[in-house]
């Protein structure tokens, strides 16, 4: 894990060679939707992971069919949410909650307009209480525009005030980081990688294409 010089609390995984040979089988166009599916789920189950290395945790007297010892609990595993967005996240929860297997879950819908709008669809919202304890994990592959996290992390805040709030995503555009960065300065934003730019289309480059499609398949009529 590597902190962004570039934002506070921006980390990416460049520094780990297998989070980039997943990245990079999910790059590649010839990935199909199987693999696809796969590589957001190993890349939830490795990153939740790394994640578990920034939390707080504690010391714990047990005994073994011997005698008494010292053990660790990460305490804040205990009090997750992670919030799915869909469509794309789906994938990438299943591999997290396999860390985070406390996790309380919320999932929302966003759907992304056209350029050059872009305009952020949202009508399912089903949200758990979020307590000054959690750690509240926001799950979604792509970070372009960042007009999705920004409506999404607005949603979550009317439930609560968490003790850390994360974004946990694939891949970012610098402008999707700085503009959800200057409106949520304390959100934490963890991603395998940062990419170069956005196309006039908003598609980040060079990225993996559109994260839904490829790991559903594309919907009828374009959307
Ligand atoms: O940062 P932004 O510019 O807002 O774009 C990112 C969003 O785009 C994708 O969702 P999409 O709207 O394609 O929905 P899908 O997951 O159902 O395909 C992706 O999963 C993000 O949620
Ligand atoms: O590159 C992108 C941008 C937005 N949504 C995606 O799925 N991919
Ligand atoms: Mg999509």
């Known amino acids: ?13 460049e520094d780990s060679p297998f989070i980039m040979e997943i990245l990079t089988e999910l790059r590649d166009k010839n990935t199909d939707s199987i693999s696809f599916r796969k590589g957001l789920v190993k890349l939830g189950r490795y990153m939740g992971y790394e994640l578990t290395k920034t939390m707080d945790t504690e010391e714990v007297e047990i005994e073994t069919p011997l005698e008494k010892t010292l053990g660790t609990v990460v305490k804040d595993r205990r009090n997750v949410v992670i919030i799915t967005v ?9 591999g997290l909650i396999k860390v985070l297997e406390h996790a309380r879950v ?10 050059p709008n872009f305009e952020i669809e949202m009508n399912y919202i089903k949200i758990p209480n979020i307590t000054p304890e959690d750690t509240v994990v ?21 439930y609560g005030k968490p ?40 598609y980040i480059l060079p990225g993996l294409g559109d994260a839904g499609d490829r790991a559903f398949g594309a919907p009828l009529k374009g959307r």
């Open 106 to 115: 919320g999932i929302v819908s966003a759907s992304r307009g056209k350029a």
């Open 138 to 158: 926001v799950a979604d592959p792509m970070i372009a525009t960042g007009s999705t996290l920004i409506k999404v992390l607005k949603e979550v805040g009317k």
């Open 163 to 202: 003790k850390r709030l994360i974004v946990l995503g694939v891949l970012a555009a610098p402008e999707g980081i700085s503009r959800i960065k200057e409106e949520f300065p304390d959100v934490e934003i963890f991603v395998t990688k940062i990419d170069r730019e956005l196309n006039d289309n908003g």
């Open 1 to 13: 894990m590597k902190a962004d010089g570039r934002w506070e609390g921006v980390y990416s995984f």
């Open 86 to 94: 869909l469509r794309a996240a789906i994938p990438l929860m299943e």
